[in-house]
């Protein structure tokens, strides 16, 4: 079994800041991208920022220079900084990781529960 378990969503007024973290756990052997996505009401989830094992980031266009993603391989976390936060931003958030468990070969994609994230004054 692996689960993702994330924490940090909330309200937040407009250009203000949230930091999102999620944790994986279970019979993990390796993890290669962790990241997040968004699904606001009515529209297609997408993708916010992932990131290689290796530290190689990835940002989705609506989010370029108001987010920080940052990962700790050791402890198989990955947090999301956000700031300069718009009511545009609202969605639930969702955590995703692809995890190659133990005794596997294949790699598996896995997400967590979500996180609702609510800008507004």
């Known amino acids: 079994q692996v689960q993702l378990v994330e924490s940090g969503g909330g309200l937040v007024q407009p250009g203000g800041s949230l930091r999102l973290s999620c944790a994986a756990s279970?019979?993990?052997?390796?993890?290669?991208?962790m990241g997040w996505y968004r699904q606001a009401p009515g529209k297609q989830r997408e993708l916010v920022a992932k990131?290689?094992?290796?530290?190689?980031?990835n940002y989705g266009d609506s989010v370029k220079g108001r987010c920080i993603i940052s990962r700790d391989n050791a402890k198989n976390t990955v947090n999301l900084q956000m700031n300069s936060l718009k009511p545009e931003d609202t969605a639930v958030y969702y955590c995703?990781?692809?995890?190659?468990?133990?005794?596997?070969?294949?790699?598996?994609?896995?997400w967590g529960q979500g996180t609702q994230v609510t800008v507004s004054s």
């Open positions: 995703n990781a692809d995890i190659k468990r133990t005794g596997n070969v294949a790699i598996g994609a896995y």
């Open positions: 279970g019979t993990i052997f390796s993890i290669s991208s």
């Open positions: 990131i290689t094992s290796g530290g190689s980031t």
